[in-house]
């Protein structure tokens, strides 16, 4: 069987191409061929993926969409005779963009306008969660393809934890809709009102330059000194990040799937959360989760709380190991070997 | 504690300390643009300060980007004034557009109370 992969945009950094090159080398390890093909591509990983313009699949080939955006070279592949599988990987409402990153809001707002008319013209379409493909009128979930042996080894299980200072993380774009100026917030409150010497880790790669400085400054301003921001970091440098933690907060408004949450859970790290989108679904019970009345001074509380109980700290580790053991590599590689081998029989449906 | 009594718990101590939200930088969406925003965003006015080098070591390569903006600088003006033109005129027949529309309605409206 020959599939082949075409994603919306590759970059370096970004889940999608993380995934796209997981499921090709689970594709060779199947025995699959096919190549991996993106409208937009960043240099730095052409190598990995061709321009779609090269994409020329043989009759009876796979072609496995990955929709995270906007494209308008995408739609060519439409027009193609081959059957189809469409994964949506999420697309952010453009309304936490327009203020801040113009051009972002105007591929979002393109893109979940587009949408539908792909899962409509394919022939499955699935989410990486159920909130995902419920967007679209499906119900088919493809999950991320979590490896918890390529995170890195979590740490001692029975130990005293990270050493002092409390440090507390968040790992995802510096992006409007993640919410940094909320959790700054929140971590400000906190060390206010319970932990002068705490910390606040934000790992991730900021939209651009204006909205880096403008999360710098309020961090400075708030908390001069305690907040840190990273990125391009090695696996082995987020691994120790996420061993240092104390917690884990999320404060994002949208999530489609949320890859840093299961990370999270498999290094043992405490997970507080906005319950939004897709979210609830991945956490489960493992996850401390903010109803929408739930401002950062409640945030604040459960950081307190986290920090200061262990009995609550080993439940919820308990319950995030059994959350990242649902999200097991194998069981998705069986979901997603059984969509595409379902569609490339002719006339079967897949549930 | 058990999980489940984590979120009451610290309600309850949130509503008790009852802080104040530190103030600064604020993310907030934008539900609906106006057209007052939309005329702030037709006139363009692109940042020369964000032509930079992303590469390591690329202070000589942001000045050179920065000096080739500097000696385009008659054509990129041309570019921009044409470009604002176009979207000022769009913006303007729009908030002409919403304004008719608005009367339009306001007039069905006191057709059907009659």
Redesign the interface.
């Known amino acids: 069987m020959r599939v082949h992969q075409v994603l919306s945009g590759a970059g370096r950094y970004d889940a999608v191409t993380t995934q796209a090159i997981a499921f090709r080398a689970l594709f060779t390890a199947w025995g699959w061929g096919g190549r991996d093909v993106a409208a937009n591509i960043d240099p730095r990983v052409a190598g990995e993926i061709a321009p779609i313009a090269t994409l020329q699949p043989a009759a009876g080939d796979l072609l496995l969409i990955h929709y995270s955006g906007y494209a308008p070279r995408l739609r060519s592949v439409l027009g193609l005779p081959n059957r189809k599988l469409l994964i949506s990987h999420n697309i952010t409402?453009a309304?936490?963009f327009?203020?801040?990153d113009?051009m972002a809001a105007v591929s979002c707002a393109l893109g979940r306008k587009q949408l539908p008319e792909f899962a409509a013209a394919v022939d499955v379409a699935a989410g990486v969660s159920l909130f995902n493909a419920r967007e679209l009128g499906s119900e088919t979930v493809i999950p991320i393809l979590f490896d918890p042996a390529q995170a890195g080894a979590p740490g001692p299980e029975d130990g005293p934890g990270p050493p002092a200072p409390p440090t507390i993380l968040f790992v995802g774009r510096i992006a409007?809709?993640k919410?940094q100026?909320?959790v700054i917030?929140a971590f400000?409150?906190y060390r206010?009102?319970h932990a002068p010497d705490a910390r606040l880790v934000l790992v991730g790669r900021p939209v651009?330059?204006?909205f880096e400085s403008?999360?710098r400054?309020?961090a400075g301003?708030?908390s001069p000194g305690a907040v840190t921001i990273e990125y391009g970091l090695a696996p082995q440098q987020l691994a120790e990040r996420y061993r240092a933690a104390h917690a884990f907060l999320c404060l994002s408004?949208h999530e489609g799937f949320c890859i840093p949450l299961l990370e999270a859970f498999h290094f043992g790290v405490p997970v507080i959360a906005r319950a939004v989108g897709g979210l609830p679904e991945v956490a489960g019970?493992?996850a401390?989760?903010?109803?929408e009345g739930?401002?950062?001074?409640?945030?604040?509380?459960?950081l307190?709380?986290?920090a200061s109980?262990a009995?609550?700290r080993a439940?919820?580790r308990e319950?995030g190991a059994r959350r990242v053991a649902a999200y097991a590599p194998e069981p998705t590689a069986r979901k997603l070997r059984t969509a595409l081998e379902s569609l490339g029989k002719p006339n079967r449906s897949i549930g | 504690?058990?999980?489940e009594e984590?979120?009451p718990?610290?309600?309850a101590?949130?509503a008790q300390?009852d802080?104040q939200?530190?103030a600064?930088?604020?993310?907030?969406?934008?539900?609906r643009?106006s057209i007052a925003q939309f005329v702030e965003?037709a006139a363009i006015e692109p940042?020369p300060s964000?032509m930079?080098s992303t590469r390591p070591l690329g202070a000589p390569i942001t000045f050179l980007k920065r000096q080739l903006l500097h000696v385009l600088r008659q054509y990129l003006r041309e570019l921009e004034a044409q470009q604002t033109r176009f979207n000022l005129n769009v913006v303007a027949r729009l908030a002409e557009l919403e304004e008719r529309v608005d009367k339009l309605e306001q007039r069905a409206g006191e057709r059907e109370r009659r």
Do not use: S, Y
């Open positions: 409402p309304r936490w327009w203020d801040h113009p409007p809709h919410r100026d909320a917030r400000e409150l206010r009102g651009n330059d204006t403008a999360i400054e309020l301003e708030l408004e019970d493992a401390l989760l903010l109803g739930d401002d950062e001074r409640v945030a604040a509380e459960l307190a709380l986290v109980d009995q609550l439940q919820l319950r | 504690m058990k999980p984590a979120l718990a610290a309600r101590a949130a300390r802080a939200l530190p600064g930088f604020a993310i907030e969406p934008t539900e643009v965003w940042d964000a930079r």
